[in-house]
């Protein structure tokens, strides 16, 4: 910790250090005791070799759960009990990231997870509303060493005040908030705010909208919530999965730690680029083809683009069968394909019984040729005369070759492909001149809605999938409910019960928590193969648990669709600030994205205070968005620094960001250049040791970054270079980055905003 973040103990009388010491070396000693049951029991598990069926899908879930509750274990190590609270009824508990109970007959608690209910005090009390709180703790460690003790008395008449307390509690938060930047985000969980608590805690059903300035702990809020809803409704989310929408690699490679600090594993992180399993799109479109392919009539053009597909001859086709031909016209074919249409099925699903319609035309006009009475017209066949010819039509691969081409099985890369190398008839001329461009293998962010929907237009011709799968669905169920029976008489090993009077919540899920075979065996499938994250990644029409979308603000009608297709419990929270927005396709107002899925059946709420960017700082950053909008109001940031940010006026600019660098470097943490993407090249030829490219590793002491990539990230000095050439939502964003100090140098004129403060 560098000054301003050190925290002091001097207050406190060695032995109440000593005690807490103690304290947690008896919790470490029970985590040491755990994990050495639980690797010996994996060991165990994983020496069954060549076991019978039965043996080895209990296995496979022993294997599953005593790996998640390692990891556990070992995440939370060396910050494992972070703060106490001594209630007035002489009650106390410590509160850590995992809770843990005693190898005791009675199986004590003595530890509370953070998200336990008797937990919230700590987070909520206030010496006004002390919620039976007499003191409030914040044990401060390095490994398994403490370090620092600070209390709050929230009784003032309490005769065991030394005087020495913080009143407010403001230290330990000012503390992580001055602490260096390491590139990765922390977890908060020592110094979650009472209204952030609130959201974290939020009934999990229907969509809760986060709605909060930069800064003010939106991400840190989504990702605790995240971990509270996996403790809170373990049994579905486990095997649901929640998914955790982000915008861009970067900025899931910069908060894909808290969520394992916490000790929780079942999360999906992804970018909407990465939604489409088998596609992994990291390169961006032009912001006006972005803007059209994200508008919501896309939906209607691609499903006119399928219809387009299912093709009349121009005027007949010839089939000849038997040394006879048959002549396919329009007419014949459109009855075909209307009675095809009106079944309602997606294209590839509804191709068999257009190849029935067909055939069966075939057939009528083949029996017509070749039945037909030469004296009285009627037709001499009878019907296994009509089943015969009908078998060998099928058998002829030209009218294979017709139905493919009136009728083709089409995948959604195929559909979309050939759509944006020819638009020109589905869309305006500006609008095709836009998109237009000649087939590649190689998707944009912006093209991976349009392929989900293209897989929903599509559908998927899996019948043959779907028979296997439900053979496969009952043989596990069989050997499930055999298991079940066997493991209800070997429950020997629990973790930590969540309530402690509701012992059959139990922290980590066992064979016989699942009373049904068939979910028993669904679980075995997962446990068989692939965590429940891992399955959804790989499926597209998986349906998650939760779904939360960070920066939601920037997410196109087309990319809700898809991601609205994932969740049908609508069961989401939603975080994002539309004064950050910069996708041209993102949508402007909660409602619009709302209304076409729940109409007003959603619950807003606002985070107001600023815990990253300086009151300095954001002054400056306010007066960016001020100059267009007179009546905005930032969020009121929580410290100030003193240290004003600075402007300067260059000409030589890549030699100043050289200078500028030297300067803003800070001797722990990280600093940011923040930069438009074509002035990269002449940045890094003149400065050493920057970090730059598509994803940079935020870990590096220096980074080059352009404004988009900047979303979403901090770092404790950033340098903003040319500000003239960013939208304001990007300089807004780019300038609110910092944590300490920032820089900013330009040769051309400065934006307006700017002129003002400068
Ligand atoms: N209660 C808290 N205790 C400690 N640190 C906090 C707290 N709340 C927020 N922070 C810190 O404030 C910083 C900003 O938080 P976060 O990135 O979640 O904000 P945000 O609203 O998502 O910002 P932006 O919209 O600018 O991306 C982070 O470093 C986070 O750890």
Redesign the pocket.
Known sequence: MRAGAELSNTEFPDDELRREQEFIDGLYARVDALRGVTEDSLTDALAQGHTPMQARLERDIQVAERSGLLAALNAVDGSLCFGRIDLTSGESHHIGRIGLRADDADRTPILIDWRAEVARPFYLATGHTPMGLRRRRHISTEGRRVTALHDEILDLGDETRTGHEDPSGDAV?LA??NSA?TGR??D?V????AD?DRIIRAPHRGVLVVE???????????LHRAAYLLYEHRELLARRAVLIVGPNPAFLGYIGEVLPSLGETGVLLSTVGELFPGVKATRTDTPRAAAVKGRADMADVLAEVVRSRQALPDPVITIEHDRTILMLDDGLVNVARERTRATKLPHNAAREHFEGHILNTLTDLYAERIGTDPFDGSNLLDASDITQIRDELAENPEVWAAIDRLWPRLTPQQLVAGFLAEPDAFLSPEDADAVRRPVTRHWTVSDVPLLDEAAELLGEDDRLERERAEQERLRQIAYAQGVLDVSYASRTYEFEDKEEDDPEASEVLSAHDIIDAERFAERHEEADHRSAAERAAADRTWAFGHIIV??AQELSPMAWRMLMRRIPTRSMTL?G?PA?TSEAGGVGSWEDILAPYVEDRWEHTR?AVN??TPAEIMEVAAAVVRAENPSFEPPSSVRSTGEKPWIRAVDDLPGAVADAVRELTPEEGRLAVIAPRDLHRTIAARTDALTAGAEPDLTQPVVLLDPKQA????FDSVLVVEPARYGTSDLY?SL??A?QRLGILHTEPLPKGLVDVA
């Open positions: 938060l992580a908030l930047r985000m922390a908060i020592r110094t979650i705010q952030q909060g300035g930069p800064g003010t702990g939106k991400t840190a809020v989504a960070d920066e975080v600030d950050q985070l815990y990253r979303k979403g990230l901090e964003v609110t980055r944590t």
